[in-house]
């Protein structure tokens, strides 16, 4: 697996795809690979000519106390899973190649930032979006897949290419699960056993929720109220946030329409772990 860690190598390599009349497909990831990100892999593979997939556990993302230190690190693994999905290329830079010193420039996507996991993690979208510019930048890929499950963190990267006029075109992943529905993520290896059996309180909230909505209740308060009580009866579980909002701009919903995004995250111990469903109220 060929893996590029040079900013300039990488933008050439790109170059010289495009001038074979190649298009270039992208994943950015933080690495930890689990089959989460290799449905993303998948997914780039089928739509696109050359797959590049970037491991940058990216600083600026997390604030001062989160676990950017302790946030699992394994570049030789997780190559040979990128490999088998038929990946092209690995970009894996350095932090101090695309912080140098003296950095000071950051986008910043107003409104849809602010709700959901702006509340708790204030700094958090600022560094994704800054992070994935200069991803998109150096990569200059035709497409780029994200994952469905950081479902505003897909609104907002769709803003800022819609707002800044990048020529990338965004592509959605559905959540991958695991057998029992908890939603794959890197940072389920942090959870002890008795924690992960306490989260997978998560996707059933989220299916009664849907459940629920399938039957006619179309208020989000109720719903709310229902996965907030579901949740709280689970064994060291402390909830975050629950909330309905529009799907693209991250604003409440009172009443759910036609789609509905109901984002939870939720404490287990020191780990926050996120999830999502889009309910479908009734037209109209
Ligand atoms: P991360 O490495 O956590 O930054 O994630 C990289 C990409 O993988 C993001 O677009 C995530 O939304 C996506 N991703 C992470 N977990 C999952 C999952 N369980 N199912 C689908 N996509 C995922």
């Not at 190649?22 to 593979?45: D, I, N, W, Y």
């Not at 003296?102 to 959901?116: D, F, P, Q, R, S």
Request: aromatic residues 6%.
């Amino acid at each position: 697996m060929d893996v590029v860690t040079d900013i300039d190598e990488m933008r050439l390599v790109s170059e010289r795809k495009r001038a074979e009349g190649k298009t270039v497909g992208f994943v950015p990831t933080m690495g930890a690979v689990h089959e989460g990100h290799l449905s993303l892999v998948r997914r780039a593979r089928e739509l696109s000519d050359f797959v590049v997939v970037s491991i940058f556990v990216n600083p600026t993302q997390f604030s001062p106390g989160e676990d950017f230190r302790k946030y699992p690190r394994d570049l030789e693994s997780d190559a040979r899973a990128i490999e088998s999905v038929g990946a092209d290329l690995i970009f894996a830079p350095e932090s101090r190649d695309m912080y140098p010193g003296g950095y000071a420039t950051y986008i910043i996507v107003e409104n849809l930032t602010k709700e959901l996991c702006g509340h708790s993690r204030p700094t958090h979208f600022r560094g994704v979006t800054t992070v994935v510019a200069k991803l998109f930048a150096i990569v200059n890929p035709h497409m780029a897949v994200f994952g469905q499950k950081d479902a505003q963190q897909v609104a907002v990267v769709k803003r800022m290419v819609r707002d800044l006029n990048i020529p990338v075109t965004i592509e959605v992943s559905p959540v991958v699960r695991e057998p029992d529905g908890l939603a794959m993520s890197s940072r389920n290896r942090y959870l002890t056993p008795e924690q992960r059996s306490s989260a997978t309180v998560l996707y059933r909230s989220l299916c009664l929720a849907a459940d629920s909505v399938a039957s006619g209740v179309t208020s989000s308060n109720d719903i709310i109220r229902k996965v907030r009580s579901t949740i709280r009866k689970t064994d060291g579980a402390k909830i975050d946030y629950v909330y309905i909002v529009d799907p693209d701009e991250i604003s409440h919903v009172e009443r759910i329409g036609e789609n509905a995004l109901l984002a939870v995250a939720v404490w287990f111990g020191k780990t926050r772990l996120i999830d999502n469903i889009v309910l479908h109220g009734k037209k109209g």
